[in-house]
């Protein structure tokens, strides 16, 4: 299947489901983004800010960019003048550097947090009791150039479904219960990213609004 053939019968599969797709491109030649761009494709995702910067230079403006994967604080800068999407915010320090990296570039930068699912112990990540105290402090409710737009998870590499199941279940009954304790009013607060080339499928049965796929679109990394 070529990436013309993966784009499309992605976007029509998600489309039923309302689900935003976001083609993670990282690693993959920027020809392999034109050739998505040209299915339809305009949110893509990277993990890495260089190559981000790289590949927003080099590719159609009307792409929306996402970065995915860990950010470090000293690198927010070469993004807040682009970026649509950080994924990834699992700091205080780090939201306020895009803050004010945010302000400086005169301009709202939209994120998600975070949020640590896995029984791993390398994945990045706030846990559901950091969330609340990082939403309930003084500091958070200062930002005024950052905007939250709901959360992120990744699930365990494992091949029990039943687990990945309920790490994705218990992340969505979270946003639910956020979404109603502090967001009410706000229906900007409506992202829940869950879901990769191996278990987008379930993520969605379990409430995911956005899919993060690299393999499946551009073939084996
Ligand atoms: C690489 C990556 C993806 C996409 O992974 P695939 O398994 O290729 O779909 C999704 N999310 C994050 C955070 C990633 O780093």
Do not use: C
């Amino acid at each position: 299947m070529s990436i013309t053939d993966n784009i499309k019968r992605l976007k029509s599969e998600l489309d039923i489901a309302n689900v935003t797709l976001v083609a993670v491109s990282k690693t993959k030649p920027i020809s392999d983004l034109q050739e998505a761009y040209d299915a339809g494709q305009r949110v893509f995702g990277e993990n890495q800010v260089q190559e981000l910067v790289e590949k927003h230079e080099a590719l159609p403006k009307d792409i929306e960019w996402h970065l995915v994967g860990h950010l470090q604080t000293n690198k927010v800068k070469y993004i807040a003048p682009f970026i649509s999407l950080i994924h990834s915010v699992d700091s205080l320090k780090l939201l306020q550097e895009i803050n004010k990296q945010a302000e400086k570039n005169k301009r709202v930068i939209d994120y998600l947090l975070q949020v640590y699912i896995a029984d791993e112990e390398t994945k990045y990540g706030l846990g559901f009791d950091e969330v609340i105290e990082l939403l309930r402090s003084e500091e958070f409710a200062e930002l005024k150039n950052v905007r939250i737009r709901g959360l992120m998870g990744i699930a365990t590499n494992t091949d029990s479904e039943k687990q990945i199941k309920e790490e994705f279940y218990e992340l969505d009954t979270f946003f639910d219960g956020i979404t109603q304790s502090y967001f009410r009013k706000e229906d900007t607060f409506d992202t829940l990213s869950m879901g990769m080339s191996s278990d987008y499928k379930l993520a969605i049965e379990m409430g995911s609004t956005m899919v993060r796929l690299g393999s499946t679109i551009f073939g084996v990394r």
